[in-house]
């Protein structure tokens, strides 16, 4: 169900019943030679609109482009600075709580969105508590990583082990396989180079520098990723896994207090 789609009076008549609302949360870079630039929005999307729509789940529309910057270098690659997009996320919970919503739960696709998601919630709540307003908003928000999701690490854990890598890697691209098989070609890479455990501590959750920096060290923009083992049925099988638990980690978010 994908807010987007729907008229207000069907939304009045959803809230009626729930207030829950899904917010897929992505960006737009470049995820090596043969990955799609929106394969950070693509994935979250997916499984949010397919969870959405077996369980009768409002899916807003998705935050396509996040933080970013130290992709730059690579032609196609989009940024927010975290201070717009900590703005963005703030607009998105002010307006949903504005028209009913009291449960928001961002789907993330990338990695470099996570600090200033969080950022921007404590923001948001900052600015309810310093106006004395905190008792009148009822309004939780939860971000995960779909990649977090316990079967899915699980899985792709099993299918890549240290090859699943950082960046550009094999599970994502098997995601995008999946759906969206028309617009990836058959991959001819090789494995891409490893640059040691020191690299694999520092840029674990895209704790990157300046795009410079990335393009030197990542040269053809994947971080220790064989994105060559990406499958179309691999992808299935991450997304129908993703979709199950998405569905019970919203519902448990729904009942908390």
């Not at 200033?116 to 995960?144: H, N, T, W």
């Not at 199950?244 to 009942?255: G, H, T």
């Amino acid at each position: 169900m994908r807010l987007e789609l729907q008229t207000w009076p069907k939304v009045r008549d959803y809230l009626k019943r729930s207030k829950g609302i899904v917010v897929p949360l992505g960006s737009t870079e470049q995820h090596g030679p043969e990955g799609l630039t929106g394969t950070d929005h693509l994935c979250p999307e997916a499984i949010a609109r397919r969870m959405g729509a077996a369980h009768g789940v409002l899916v807003a529309p998705t935050i396509q482009v996040g933080m970013s910057q130290f992709h730059l270098d690579f032609p196609g690659s989009l940024t927010l600075r975290p201070s717009t997009l900590m703005a963005v996320v703030r607009d998105y919970m002010a307006s949903l709580a504005r028209t009913g919503f009291e449960r928001v739960y961002f789907l993330n696709g990338h990695g470099g969105n996570v600090a200033p998601a969080r950022a921007a919630f404590q923001e948001f709540y900052a600015d309810l508590s310093m106006a004395g307003r905190d008792a009148d908003v009822k309004i939780r928000c939860k971000l995960k990583s779909w990649w977090e999701l316990p079967r899915v690490d699980a899985l792709r854990r099993e299918l890549y082990g240290t090859s699943e890598g950082f960046h550009g890697t094999p599970s994502e691209i098997a995601i995008t396989l999946a759906a969206w098989p028309e617009a990836i070609d058959e991959f001819k890479l090789a494995p891409p180079p490893s640059h040691g455990r020191n690299d694999l501590l520092e840029h674990s959750g895209d704790n990157y520098y300046e795009a410079a920096d990335y393009r030197r060290r990542f040269p053809d923009g994947r971080v220790i990723s064989d994105s060559a083992l990406a499958t179309r049925a691999a992808g299935e099988r991450l997304i129908a896994l993703a979709v199950e638990d998405l569905a019970q980690d919203y519902e448990a978010f729904l009942d908390s207090n």
